[in-house]
């Protein structure tokens, strides 16, 4: 079964035309993708490709500063229509380019939470040396409840399974220290509910709290914390690792010496560039919807936007919604209806 992935194209920094291309690329691996933008502009680039199509949708909300106002009086959006076509059956996941407010707005709204979770979070593979590890939330809710951040674990790993391919997933809880003590009175709930629940999972390892530092070190598959803690993070490693490399451009060049060295290395820091390389884990994933979605970066180029198009694909064609639920479902960890309140007895009647 060809799975078809509903692309909005509004928000890249390079234009829509940058995202065609990259539709372009993951079309040729077998995946239908409906691009959504201005037609004109996207017809240039698809040209009458096979496995693209073009729906005319010029109107963009990316930028907007109330995305869920933009999203309910602007129905006609790109944005809108690209979330809508996977709520309508028309395509399997979406794909919104550099736009997470309105992206997860229009989510809500058309998608619609998945029975049982508590609020939908935005799950990134950080970009590091070696194996990945996935940061959940990283901006889609700025303060979370305990509950939240234990289902949060569930969708983390579950996305390590489907997408990343990792067999049995190694759960942290980031903290400010490795004892189940340390952190928020919060955190240490979380710690307490986890490690009771995941004490003999099949398919995922409660490995305890980590540290800041250990979002590096490989000691963990998946890291959950709130998302005002996640995006904090986040862009501080981003910013680390521009220094990083823009410092070792800048050491290669400063003198003939270190320039020869630099040749040297030049292969050895290529591959080391890529593996930091943000647009190698294809953006955000935005995890707790009835249906998967992603958000690339604004600033990707075609690259990031094909490997978007295609893990998304990857995890609708893997059910990875579904085995979020049924990992939750069996943890006991979905949201419970509230009960129904008893209607009062009728009086009866005198005689």
Same mark, same amino acid.
């Not at 004109?40 to 909300?61: F, K, N, R, Y």
């Not at 006609?76 to 992206?103: W, Y």
């Not at 569930?154 to 996305?159: E, I, P, Q, V, Y």
């Given at each position: 079964?060809?799975?078809?992935? #509903?692309?909005?194209?509004?928000?890249?920094?390079?234009?829509?035309?940058?995202?065609?291309?990259? !539709?372009?690329?993951? $079309?040729?691996?077998?995946? $239908?993708?409906?691009?959504?933008?201005?037609?004109?502009?996207?017809? /240039?680039?698809?040209?009458? /490709?096979? +496995?693209?199509?073009?729906?005319?949708?010029?109107?963009?909300?990316?930028?907007?500063?109330?995305?869920?106002? !933009?999203?309910?009086?602007?129905?006609? /959006?790109?944005?809108?229509?690209?979330?809508? $076509?996977?709520?309508?059956?028309?395509? =399997?996941?979406?794909?919104?380019? @550099?736009?997470? +407010?309105?992206?997860?707005?229009?989510?809500?709204?058309?998608?619609?939470?998945?029975?049982?979770?508590? %609020?939908?979070?935005?799950?990134?593979?950080?970009?590091?040396?070696?194996?990945?590890?996935?940061?959940?939330?990283?901006?889609?809710?700025?303060?979370?409840?305990?509950?939240?951040?234990?289902?949060?674990?569930?969708?983390?790993?579950?996305?390590?399974?489907?997408?990343l391919g990792i067999e049995r997933p190694r759960l942290a809880l980031l903290s400010n220290g490795e004892e189940p003590t340390k952190g928020t009175p919060d955190v240490v709930e979380v710690h307490a509910t986890l490690r009771d629940r995941l004490a003999d999972h099949p398919h995922i390892r409660f490995v305890g709290n980590v540290e800041g530092k250990d979002l590096t070190a490989?000691?963990?598959?998946?890291?959950?914390?709130? +998302?005002?803690? @996640?995006?904090?993070?986040?862009?501080?490693?981003?910013?680390?690792?521009?220094? *990083?490399?823009?410092?070792?451009?800048? &050491?290669?060049?400063?003198?003939?010496?270190?320039?020869?060295?630099?040749?040297?290395?030049?292969?050895?820091?290529?591959?080391?560039? #890529?593996?930091?390389?943000?647009? %190698?884990?294809?953006? &955000?994933?935005?995890?707790?919807?009835?249906?998967?979605?992603?958000?690339?970066?604004?600033?990707?180029?075609?690259?990031?936007?094909?490997?978007?198009?295609?893990?998304?694909?990857? @995890?609708?064609? %893997?059910?990875?919604?579904?085995?979020?639920?049924?990992?939750?479902?069996?943890?006991?960890?979905?949201?419970?209806?509230?009960?129904? *309140?008893?209607?009062?007895?009728? =009086?009866?009647?005198?005689?």
């Open positions: 079964m060809t799975v078809t992935v #509903a692309v909005d194209t509004t928000g890249a920094d390079l234009g829509p035309a940058e995202v065609a291309a990259g !539709a372009l690329i993951a $079309a040729r691996r077998g995946v $239908a993708v409906r691009l959504y933008g201005p037609a004109a502009e996207l017809l /240039a680039v698809v040209d009458g /490709a096979s +496995g693209v199509e073009v729906i005319d949708a010029p109107l963009s909300i990316a930028k907007a500063p109330d995305p869920a106002a !933009a999203v309910r009086g602007n129905p006609d /959006a790109s944005i809108v229509q690209t979330v809508r $076509a996977v709520a309508k059956g028309e395509a =399997d996941t979406f794909v919104v380019a @550099g736009a997470t +407010g309105p992206a997860l707005a229009a989510g809500l709204m058309h998608v619609r939470r998945a029975r049982g979770i508590h %609020r939908p979070a935005l799950a990134l593979p950080l970009p590091t040396p070696g194996s990945p590890v996935t940061l959940v939330d990283v901006g889609a809710n700025v303060e979370s409840r305990p509950d939240h951040l234990v289902q949060f674990g569930f969708m983390g790993a579950a996305l390590a399974r489907t997408v490989g000691v963990a598959d998946v890291v959950v914390t709130d +998302g005002f803690t @996640g995006n904090v993070a986040l862009k501080l490693m981003e910013g680390v690792s521009q220094s *990083v490399v823009s410092g070792v451009r800048s &050491a290669a060049m400063s003198s003939p010496v270190a320039m020869l060295g630099g040749l040297l290395l030049r292969r050895s820091l290529g591959r080391f560039k #890529a593996s930091i390389d943000p647009e %190698r884990s294809g953006g &955000a994933y935005l995890l707790g919807l009835k249906s998967l979605g992603v958000v690339p970066h604004g600033r990707f180029s075609r690259d990031g936007f094909a490997q978007a198009i295609l893990l998304a694909a990857q @995890g609708a064609e %893997r059910s990875v919604t579904d085995l979020i639920h049924a990992d939750l479902e069996a943890a006991g960890a979905l949201r419970r209806a509230p009960a129904a *309140v008893a209607a009062p007895p009728a =009086d009866r009647a005198t005689s």
